[in-house]
């Protein structure tokens, strides 16, 4: 079974993405963004520490989401031209 799910693991990106897989990932950027914005707004308005803490945590994982899909965008655009 695994060596099935194996060949099916793309290892280069296409040369053009589909309009599905573009608007897929608009909506992975969006999710990231609207997340880490709503997590920091919440962790200000927190004034339990421990709390806040956590949320702001959340903040940085979906900040840091969305910079490794604007990255790994930017990497395969340049590899491209």
């Known amino acids: 079974m ?3 799910m194996n060949q099916n693991i793309m290892q280069q990106p296409p040369q053009m993405i589909s309009t599905k897989d573009h608007l897929y990932l608009t ?3 969006s ?3 609207n997340a ?3 997590a920091h707004f919440f962790a200000q308005q927190c004034t339990i ?3 806040k803490e956590a949320i702001e945590k ?3 994982m979906h900040e ?5 899909i604007i990255e790994h965008l930017n990497d395969n655009k340049s590899k491209m031209m």
């Open 49 to 51: 520490p421990e709390v």
């Open 36 to 38: 880490a914005k709503k």
């Open 27 to 29: 909506d992975m950027l």
């Open 31 to 33: 999710w990231n963004l």
């Open 64 to 68: 840091k989401h969305y910079q490794m």
């Open 2 to 4: 695994q060596q099935q």
């Open 58 to 60: 959340a903040c940085k």
